[in-house]
T-cell receptor, first 111, second 115 residues
Framework: RKEVEQDPGPFNVPEGATVAFNCTYSNSASQSFFWYRQDCRKEPKLLMSVYSSGNEDGRFTAQLNRASQYISLLIRDSKLSDSATYLC????????????FGTGTRLQVTL | DTGVSQDPRHKITKRGQNVTFRCDPI?????LYWYRQTLGQGPEFLTYFQNEAQLEKSRLLSDRFSAERPKGSFSTLEIQRTEQGDSAMYLC?????????????FGPGTRLTVT
């Protein structure tokens, strides 16, 4: 089983739609969680950290369920510029902050 | 630009040749990481430095790979006797000093093509 699993998509949604991505992780001792965004042929960029209480940044909401080992990202009012690959990222415990990435979920927002 | 920088951005080499990549982290960051990313996959961890000390290496890092960070600032990643399977994007990331895991900030990557 992969350490971090994501649906690769693609998710094709119209502009203005709400879209949700899910991710599961296998190591129950994982400590920190992030969503990164990666545009085609570019480096990953931090979108947001994910906290146990859930957190929101504008149109983006991230949730963490430690009991189910599940992370989600909700994007409201999708924009064309949201088209990218969204990477679910987990910090592996006891490994000096090594990040483990999912394969990413591709989002395409259309007119 | 005060972000992570990498050089070169692209490298095409013939199988069997040696290549070396450089990474300059964000200046106040003492942690530096190398990752490799192939098409359709997320980045995979290769190695980690805290200051000049290499504290962790992935089993992905075969004997042909070596990384250094001699003065705790920039880092180099060398691949000897390149193979076609080494073709990938090599990403460097840095994060700030202090305890606990912090967000990592990535450079633009070096895209390696082995022919």
């Amino acid at each position: 089983r992969k350490e971090v699993e994501q649906d690769p998509g693609p998710f094709n949604v119209p502009e203005g739609a709400t879209v949700a991505f899910n991710c599961t992780y296998s190591n129950s001792a994982s400590q920190s969680f992030f969503w990164y965004r990666q545009d085609c042929r570019k480096e990953p960029k931090l979108l947001m950290s994910v906290y146990s209480s859930g957190n929101e940044d504008g149109r983006f909401t991230a949730q963490l369920n430690r009991a189910s080992q599940y992370i989600s990202l909700l994007i409201r009012d999708s924009k064309l510029s949201d088209s990218a690959t969204y990477l679910c990222v987990v910090n592996s415990p006891g490994t000096a902050s090594k990040l483990t990435f999912g394969t990413g979920t591709r989002l395409q927002v259309t007119l | 630009d005060t972000g992570v920088s990498q050089d070169p951005r692209h490298k095409i080499t013939k199988r069997g040749q040696n290549v070396t990549f450089r990474c300059d982290p964000i200046s106040e960051h003492n942690r530096l990481y190398w990752y490799r990313q192939t098409l359709g996959q997320g980045p995979e961890f290769l190695t980690y430095f805290q200051n000049e000390a290499q504290l962790e290496k992935s089993r992905l890092l075969s004997d042909r790979f070596s990384a250094e960070r001699p003065k705790g600032s920039f880092s180099t990643l060398e691949i000897q006797r390149t193979e076609q399977g080494d073709s990938a994007m090599y990403l460097c990331a840095s994060s700030p000093r202090g305890s606990g895991p912090y967000e990592q900030y990535f450079g633009p990557g070096t895209r390696l093509t082995v022919t």
